[in-house]
């Protein structure tokens, strides 16, 4: 076959068009950025929830394997530490979805043994009619068994893998615990509330839990009034009572139930069974108007559609935020650093955005819909029902959007 080049061009221009030739590549290149390309438009509200469905439906391929270890295995790593699990499946599967019952088991600072009895008592003590309970034993034997800061780690990675291979819905998923796991309730449920739909706390001590991140979580307490062990009762009514407080002060907000069952020590004989019907009614709302956020001495790096970079996390930065249409109103940020993460279920997208702070206004503008940010929000909540394609980043009195 005869090279149509080299037969068709003279010898003094076949160098000036084989140069031209190389040089295609790069006009198009030009020509493209030259243009309004994809990105600089933006993706419409359809576009997003496309690619949102599809970049969710990767990553979870990607866990799938992990999950499917961890559910052989019965136990789950992280670090140095393994958590064996106990789990099983109670009644018919509904149409959205299971269920997720995470119960934390008793005991504490004893020998493994008895921490041993307290998971095996565990599983027993709380009829569900639907759903998927698990019942971990904690990696520890410590005082505060189950609220060291890898506990965190371990349960995101359960509601994960409970999601990928049992169907559960992420808007139905509850924390319970009783004594030492009822400590944890109050340790947990606020420094992790954007993870679960409701909790209830039995019989355990709150120690220095914040009320405030209990916000948009339906918080249960049970107690005995006889449970006088380190003050367990008065300590669970003085909760309580600043639960009730806040929601005189935020009628919208602090759902709370209280149970103290005077003529009851520890054992309350089941009485606090009530929790689980309780719990069920309700449905995590991912997205709620108003966030009240408060760092815990455990930092978390989310709190439902806010969030921080890692390396600028401290203990007790405090965030207010709320929306209303297309107004974000910040009534308190000491954050060095504050996400405000963004999706067409919260506000319309194709229309201005307005941040206020103080009165003053930070930001007015339109923003873009970002494939990056959809990728970038899916590693940081690995959660389907928080997907954000838009990131304002608050710095001080700053708003800036991040497209990447």
């Not at 979870?60 to 789950?76: D, T």
């Not at 999601?163 to 796991?181: F, M, R, T």
């Not at 504050?338 to 506000?347: C, G, R």
Request: proline share 5%; glycine share 6%; hydrophobic share 40%.
């Amino acid at each position: 076959m005869k090279n149509y080049i080299t037969e068709t061009f003279p010898p003094g221009k076949r160098l000036f068009f084989s140069h031209w030739v190389k040089l295609v590549p790069l006009v198009c290149i030009l020509f493209i950025l030259a243009t309004p390309s994809f990105a600089q438009k933006g993706l419409s509200r359809v576009e997003a929830e496309k690619l949102a469905r599809k970049e969710w439906t990767i990553e979870k391929n990607k866990l799938r394997p992990a999950a499917e270890k961890v559910w052989s295995e019965g136990v789950i790593h992280f670090g140095k530490y393994n958590m064996a699990i106990a789990y099983r499946a109670f009644g018919d599967k509904p149409a959205d979805g299971r269920s997720l019952y995470i119960s934390l088991h008793g005991g504490g600072n004893a020998p493994p043994k008895v921490n041993d009895q307290q998971w095996e008592n565990q599983r027993t003590l709380y009829p569900i009619k639907e759903g998927f309970c698990i019942v971990p034993r904690a990696p520890t034997n410590t005082w505060n068994l189950w609220h060291e800061d890898h506990i965190d780690n371990l349960l995101d990675s359960l509601i994960r893998y409970a999601v990928i291979l049992e169907d559960v819905n992420p808007n139905k998923v509850y924390i319970l615990g009783y004594s030492a796991g009822g400590d944890g309730v109050f340790q947990l449920a606020p420094r992790m509330a954007d993870r679960f739909a409701a909790a209830s706390m039995m019989a355990g001590h709150p120690g220095d839990a914040n009320a405030l991140n209990l916000r948009n979580l339906p918080f249960a307490i049970y107690m005995g009034g006889k449970d006088t062990a380190y003050s367990r009762n008065t300590l669970a009514i003085a909760f309580n009572q600043r639960l009730d407080s806040l929601q005189r002060l935020d009628p919208k907000g602090f759902i709370h139930d209280f149970h103290l069952y005077p003529d009851k020590a520890h054992w309350m004989d089941r009485r606090d069974t009530i929790a689980i019907p309780w719990m069920a009614s309700f449905t995590r709302n991912p997205l709620p108007q108003k966030v009240s956020w408060v760092q815990d001495n455990r930092l978390q790096h989310r709190f439902y559609w806010l969030s921080a970079p890692v390396e600028t996390l401290r203990e007790g930065a405090a965030a207010e935020l709320s929306i209303k249409g297309n107004q974000i109103k910040v009534t308190k940020n000491t954050f060095k650093v504050l996400n405000i993460n963004l999706n067409d279920k919260m506000m319309d997208l194709d229309q201005k955005i307005t941040v206020l702070q103080n009165g003053r206004t930070l930001f007015r503008g339109k923003v873009r819909r970002n494939l990056k940010t959809i990728k970038r929000t899916i590693q940081e909540y690995q959660d389907g029902q928080m997907i954000f394609s838009v990131k304002l980043v608050l710095t001080g009195d700053q708003v800036t959007v991040k497209n990447a």
